[in-house]
T-cell receptor, first 110, second 113 residues
Framework: ELKVEQNPLFLSMQEGKNYTIYCNYSTTSDRLYWYRQDPGKSLESLFVLLSNGAVKQEGRLMASLDTKARLSTLHITAAVHDLSATYFC??????????FGTGTSLTVIP | DTEVTQTPKHLVMGMTNKKSLKCEQH?????MYWYKQKAKKPPELMFV???????INESVPSRFSPECPNSSLLNLHLHALQPEDSALYLCASSQDFLQPEAFFGQGTRLTVV
């Protein structure tokens, strides 16, 4: 079974600071996704990474994928309060299955 | 239109009730999914339908019964649930192998009493 781990699980950071969330997975996959979830809400797709070396940026968030290391990163630049949410990575296994990471609960403090 | 619509948004049911959750998408996606999410946990895959056929059943108890009447609709029939089945149930869809991004519905918050 494909295992997906994220760290940290909880992250409290001040506005304006930078930080990186890590997503490691256990078996070969070329497809990785990042989602955001606000409390009590559904998942919002942030990034789709489909190849080794893929890098995508949207606003203050940048995601990258290293399939050889089985690692993806979500980098936050100059955090703002609106980024407070839980962030999940998900790896695609065989048969259209998405396996979710443990999630990182991010709180941005003014 | 990148919308996946789930109904109802909230559901309270007794352990002897039978109810159904519904999910609809009109994006032409051929893969549809049911996930269960407990509080502060990641979503757990329950079922995958690919081209209207059940392709994955992740050892889900038989009190959960999925149905895919057509390519736009996905149902989850519930019967004799337990209080521990209370959770957020999320439906998602994706196009196919070439366009794998999954879009999620808003979820049904289920409470079993």
């Amino acid at each position: 079974e494909l295992k997906v781990e994220q760290n940290p699980l909880f992250l409290s950071m001040q506005e304006g600071k930078n930080y990186t969330i890590y997503c490691n997975y256990s078996t070969t996959s070329d497809r990785l996704y990042w989602y955001r979830q606000d409390p009590g809400k559904s998942l919002e797709s942030l990034f789709v990474l489909l190849s080794n070396g893929a890098v995508k940026q949207e606003g203050r968030l940048m995601a990258s994928l290293d399939t050889k290391a089985r690692l993806s990163t979500l980098h936050i630049t100059a955090a703002v309060h609106d980024l407070s949410a839980t962030y999940f990575c998900a790896v695609e296994g065989s048969g259209n299955q998405f396996y979710f990471g443990t999630g990182t609960s991010l709180t941005v403090i003014p | 239109d990148t919308e996946v619509t789930q109904t109802p948004k909230h559901l309270v049911m007794g352990m002897t009730n039978k109810k159904s959750l519904k999910c609809e998408q009109h994006m032409g996606h051929r893969a549809m999914y049911w996930y269960k999410q407990k509080a502060k946990k990641p979503p757990e895959l329950m079922f995958v339908y690919s081209y209207e056929k059940l392709s994955i059943n992740e050892s889900v108890p038989s009190r959960f019964s999925p149905e895919c009447p057509n390519s736009s609709l996905l149902n989850l029939h519930l019967h004799a649930l337990q209080p521990e089945d209370s959770a957020l149930y999320l439906c998602a869809s994706s196009q196919d192998f070439l366009q794998p991004e999954a879009f999620f519905g808003q979820g049904t918050r289920l409470t079993v009493v």
